[in-house]
């Protein structure tokens, strides 16, 4: 079972808490209406699939109902970091530099 870190909250619980809402830090286009179909696509459709750390987003739905960001290593499952909607993505390199 994973565990999940709410930053709202402030409490780590299993994932049943949660639930998963795509990846995350996707900007939305500024005209949307001049986009072709192939790029409309694109945009609603087509995501990375990266083999290691990936943002994703999340959401608390049985606690505070918030969104919130988590990185999220795909080979281990291990949640390695959790931050708040809207916040830049961590820069993990410092991290790493101090273990």
Request: aromatic share 8%; glycine share 4%; net charge negative.
């Given at each position: 079972m994973?565990?999940?870190?709410?930053?709202?909250c402030?409490?780590?619980l299993p994932e049943l808490e949660?639930?998963?809402?795509?990846?995350?830090?996707?900007d939305?286009?500024?005209?949307?209406?001049?986009?072709s179909d192939e790029e409309w696509r694109d945009y609603l459709f087509i995501r990375s699939?990266?083999?290691g750390t990936h943002a994703e987003r999340w959401r608390?739905?049985?606690?505070?109902?918030?969104f919130f960001n988590a990185l999220r290593d795909?080979?281990?499952?291990?949640?390695?970091?959790?931050y708040p909607a809207g916040?830049?993505?961590?820069?993990?390199?410092i991290k790493e530099a101090a273990e």
């Open positions: 994973l565990l999940i870190h709410c930053p709202y402030d409490e780590t949660f639930a998963y809402a795509g990846e995350a830090h996707i939305r286009p500024a005209d949307p209406a001049s986009l699939n990266v083999k608390h739905i049985h606690g505070c109902a918030r795909t080979v281990s499952d291990e949640f390695i970091t959790t916040q830049a993505r961590p820069d993990l390199t």
